[in-house]
């Protein structure tokens, strides 16, 4: 069972950057397709980021391209999640998925297979 662990979240003021990092078990990390998700309180979970397998690819929601960078380091199963530029309306909870079994780009939470149990991050005015 692949298991999943966010960390980095924070309180940040608006305009701050932060970086969350996912560590991943298992032994097919490198070949998974993996995403970032947030849900705020009273919405649903939406979609953020992904990067395929091979780290060649990527994908963003518009609002927030051009101030999260997603990445990954394939060598020690972790994904990271760059935040610059904060806004209020960026705060949420932040959850990593992944799925073994695809090796592309999934923008859909419904497509992803494991989940980790989230990180907050706060960004105040």
């Known amino acids: 069972q692949v298991q999943l662990v966010e960390s980095g979240g924070g309180l940040v003021q608006a305009g701050g950057s932060l970086r969350l990092s996912c560590a991943a078990s298992?032994?097919?990390?490198?070949?998974?397709?993996m995403g970032w998700f947030r849900q705020a309180p009273g919405k649903e979970r939406e979609f953020v980021a992904a990067?395929?397998?091979?780290?060649?690819?990527?994908a963003y929601a518009d609002s927030v391209k051009g101030r999260f960078t997603i990445s990954r380091d394939n060598t020690v199963n972790t994904v990271h999640l760059q935040l610059n530029s904060l806004r209020p309306e960026d705060t949420a909870i932040y959850y990593c998925?992944?799925?073994?079994?695809?090796?592309?780009?999934?923008?859909?939470?419904?497509?992803?297979?494991?989940w980790g149990q989230g990180t907050q991050v706060t960004v105040s005015s």
């Open positions: 990067i395929n397998a091979r780290n060649s690819r990527t």
């Open positions: 298992g032994r097919t990390f490198s070949s998974s397709a």
């Open positions: 998925a992944a799925d073994p079994g695809y090796s592309g780009i999934h923008t859909s939470a419904t497509q992803y297979k494991y």
